[in-house]
């Protein structure tokens, strides 16, 4: 099993910058992809980035360019930079890890975007 930990969200100004980090315990080094997923109020949860264990990445189109999701395997961590923020940015952002075919998701953090 994976535990997941989300932290680093918050309230920012439209064209301000955060950094989501994901603290990951247990099984980290059986996972072979982690992202960032995120839901805002009445609607579905989409994913925003993500990244396998070889450092591939893919990005939905609304956040490329802007975002950038990294991982530190020596910190069991993966992290999203932000930047450029927009109001429609605003959702609580969602960790999640596949370890096999099981997926794993963090509590979540609260993203807003506005002024």
């Known amino acids: 099993q994976v535990q997941l930990v989300e932290s680093g969200g918050g309230l920012v100004q439209p064209g301000g910058s955060l950094r989501l980090s994901c603290a990951a315990s247990?099984?980290?080094?059986?996972?072979?992809?982690m992202a960032w997923y995120r839901q805002a109020p009445g609607k579905q949860r989409d994913l925003v980035a993500s990244i396998t264990s070889g450092a591939s990445t893919n990005y939905a189109d609304s956040v490329k360019g802007r975002f950038t999701i990294s991982r530190d395997n020596a910190k069991n961590t993966v992290y999203l930079q932000m930047n450029s923020l927009k109001p429609e940015d605003t959702a609580v952002y969602y960790c999640?890890?596949?370890?096999?075919?099981?997926?794993?998701w963090g509590q979540g953090t609260q993203v807003t975007v506005s002024s």
């Open positions: 247990g099984s980290f080094a059986r996972v072979w992809l």
């Open positions: 999640n890890a596949m370890l096999g075919i099981s997926g794993y």
